[in-house]
């Protein structure tokens, strides 16, 4: 990877770290075999020993101090580098479009940010620094033994074959059976999170037997997927684990052999039968890794795959905007191939007008606002703010001219001033208080246990639908945004809150280009401008009035309204 390259300096030392760690784990089998070497030629003499026993403790200390150098060094840069990937990641998302992020759920989005990413620290903690020192040293030790004699350097070779026949009947079939149960993971964590979060639906709809079933279904697969892939590697992985490091098999009758016909002399009998018992292990610590080095190719092309995926179309200059009237010049849009919403929409929204948008469920009319906000790149046409192409400003001055007002305004879990300054990260207190006065939300605010300070439910889940909209309103108010973008800002409000709605959304858009969708036909009587859609075409333009005399589609949606509100009260 790419990042990596920018850190070759640390991946290096801790490289060179642990092949001294290992190095000194190999000390203490020469001071051993210095030892029986002194014990066979009849030393008794303590002081000869106390060489050799303090270079198996240099040995042990030092294997140990190394390896924890090594080790910290490989797990900062690890995590080091997983949190740059994060906020490379977030900065992926806020570039994508609407469309490309809502391919995935949240239980995959969730999965990927914080598992999938998780899962680099393996590879750059251990397999980087541990597998290369783990794989440097048998070699060493192999060629010290050939060095001593190379007959017991082929004996010691001997289990080397076979044992790599059985590491790759492991690896056979290995990435796609991993991949197969990422997937498996993947999709019972995003059952997970879909379960908790529609618990309260689940339990009123009385459906929790069958949406645990959906849910036991997941993690079975997701049992069945490990199960396949760890035993189709069980036999052949417990082979390689112990054929290979059982070379004293071979070297230690070819060893006795060539001693009793006197061409190898103890010493050189007992170090080489040491070496040889010592040489495969840091190797078979190389290939404990075998799992996550399978995995590493499917981690990477899975990160990839995010940020591969093709962005919004925006700009890198500020532009300079000399109005801010919204003008849709001949926009064609498709969320895919089979959803069409425009072919050829055209209309104009002046600045310091409210112009409505109005239309039957299907319309395109809260697509409009989207493609506004900047969610959408569109097919052809251009979305033009004052003398300014959408696509040619970068999306972060898009984001700071357009304030968007859904329905569905996310509140995080903070409290409401760290809420509101979502919206200015700098905004004093009275600024904050001073917004929701004018959004009609102050009251119960200072109602709540700790006012401003009060920490609300993820999503707002502590409030009512109202008080939510209003603190929404209230965080555009202190945006304050020269265009104000709302999609049926009124839809949770109830008769009692429609009015304190109504008065907020009053003091958002006054002065501001504003356009408004509304399925309320009384919340824009009063528009400078009402755009009626059907079926992704404008049926007709004008005021209320003049609506209600040349556009069917209005009259009716107006008569349907009036009905309704009579049936209310």
């Not at 064609?332 to 929409?345: I, K, P, Q, T």
């Not at 569109?378 to 859904?406: A, C, E």
């Not at 009402?530 to 008569?559: Q, R």
């Amino acid at each position: 990877m790419n990042v990596l390259k920018k850190h070759i300096d640390k991946i290096i030392f801790s490289i060179i770290m642990a092949v001294i760690g290992v190095a000194f784990s190999v000390v203490p089998y020469f001071a051993v075999a210095d030892i029986i070497n002194k014990i066979i030629d009849n030393n008794k003499n303590l002081s000869e020993f106390v060489s050799s026993i303090l270079l198996i403790f240099v040995g042990l200390v030092g294997g140990v101090i190394f390896h924890y150098i090594s080790t910290l060094t490989s797990h900062n840069l690890a995590f080091s580098i997983i949190e740059t990937s994060r906020h490379t990641v977030v900065q992926k998302l806020e570039s994508l479009s609407m469309g490309e992020i809502e391919k995935k759920s949240s239980g995959q989005w969730s999965q990927f940010m914080i598992e999938t990413l998780d899962k680099m620290e393996r590879p750059i903690a251990h397999v980087i620094p541990e597998v290369i020192a783990n794989l440097l040293v048998p070699v060493t030790l192999v060629v010290i033994i050939f060095s001593m004699d190379w007959r017991i350097g082929l004996a010691n070779l001997a289990t080397l074959p076979l044992g790599f026949l059985f590491s790759l009947l492991m690896m056979r079939g290995y990435e796609e059976k991993s991949r197969r149960y990422q997937e498996a993971a993947k999709s019972m964590n995003t059952t997970a999170v879909e379960y908790i979060r529609g618990i309260n639906v689940i339990k009123a709809f009385n459906k929790s037997a069958s949406s645990y079933g959906k849910f036991k279904t997941a993690v079975e697969n997701n049992k069945s997927a490990m199960l396949d892939w760890y035993l189709s590697v069980c036999f052949s992985m417990t082979a390689t684990m112990e054929v290979l490091p059982s070379t004293l098999v071979f070297v230690l009758p070819v060893a006795l052999f060539l001693y009793m016909k006197g061409s190898v002399n103890t010493g050189t009998l007992i170090m080489c039968v040491l070496l040889s018992y010592a040489s495969y292990k840091p190797l078979i610590k190389a290939m404990s890794h075998s799992e996550t080095i399978a995995n590493v190719k499917v981690i990477i092309d899975e990160i990839k795959s995010v940020m591969d995926l093709p962005q919004l179309e925006r700009g890198d200059k500020i532009q300079m905007i000399n109005s801010y009237d919204v003008k849709f010049d001949k926009v064609g849009f498709a969320y895919n191939e089979n959803v069409r919403v425009f072919d050829d929409l055209s209309f104009i929204a002046k600045e310091g007008e409210l112009t409505a948008i109005v239309g039957y469920s299907g319309s395109g009319k809260s697509t409009v606002a989207k493609l506004i906000a900047g969610f959408w790149n569109i097919d052809r046409g251009k979305i033009i703010i004052g003398n300014t192409n959408l696509k040619d400003m970068p999306l972060s001055q898009n984001m700071d001219v357009v304030t968007y007002v859904s329905q569905e305004n996310y509140l995080f879990q903070k409290s409401i001033t760290d809420n509101m300054r979502m919206a200015k990260n700098d905004a004093s207190i009275e600024e904050i208080q001073d917004a929701c006065k004018k959004a009609s939300c102050h009251d119960f605010i200072m109602s709540l246990e700790n006012g401003y300070d009060t920490i609300i439910g993820e999503g707002g889940g502590s409030l009512s639908g109202g008080e939510r909209q209003r603190i929404t309103i209230a965080r555009a108010l202190l945006k304050n945004s020269p265009i104000v973008v709302l999609d049926e800002a009124t839809a949770y409000s109830d008769p009692d809150n429609e009015a304190n709605i109504q008065k907020s959304i009053n003091a958002l858009i006054k002065n501001k280009t504003v356009i408004m969708i509304a399925h309320r036909l009384s919340t824009i009587i009063r528009a400078d401008k009402i755009i009626v859609l059907d079926k992704g075409k404008i049926e007709n333009i004008g005021t209320h009035k003049e609506l209600l005399e040349k556009s069917e589609i209005y009259k009716k949606m107006w008569n349907a309204h009036i009905s309704m509100k009579e049936e209310v009260i």
